[in-house]
């Protein structure tokens, strides 16, 4: 099986910042890409960024030139930096990681959530 824990969300005035982490693990052997997709009362989940093995990256446009999406390799860790966060930011952020277990089988797995808040 495959956890993934995330932390870092809270409520934040708008122009601020704040930095999600996502920690994977369980039986793993690789992950081939984790990402941050986000969640607003009553719309449809989004990607806001993805990296991928290899280190390549791609960004919603919203997120561009404001969040930052990283990995620590030996830690299974992805990491969002978000910054000039505007009340339009205010969503649940999810972790999602993509791999092969230990046992040789493909998974995909999300983590539970964690709210961001934008006050204007």
């Known amino acids: 099986q495959v956890q993934l824990v995330e932390s870092g969300g809270g409520l934040v005035q708008a122009g601020g910042s704040l930095r999600l982490s996502c920690a994977a693990s369980g039986s793993i052997f690789s992950i081939n890409h984790m990402a941050w997709y986000r969640q607003a009362p009553g719309k449809q989940r989004e990607s806001v960024a993805v990296?991928?093995?290899?280190?390549?990256?791609d960004y919603a446009d919203f997120a561009k030139g404001r969040f930052t999406i990283s990995r620590d390799y030996a830690k299974s860790t992805v990491y969002l930096q978000m910054n000039s966060l505007k009340p339009e930011d205010t969503a649940v952020y999810y972790c999602?990681?993509?791999?092969?277990?230990?046992?040789?089988?493909?998974?995909?797995?999300w983590g539970q959530g964690t709210q961001v808040t934008v006050s204007s």
């Open positions: 999602y990681a993509a791999g092969v277990t230990s046992s040789n089988r493909p998974f995909g797995a």
């Open positions: 990296i991928i093995s290899g280190r390549s990256t």
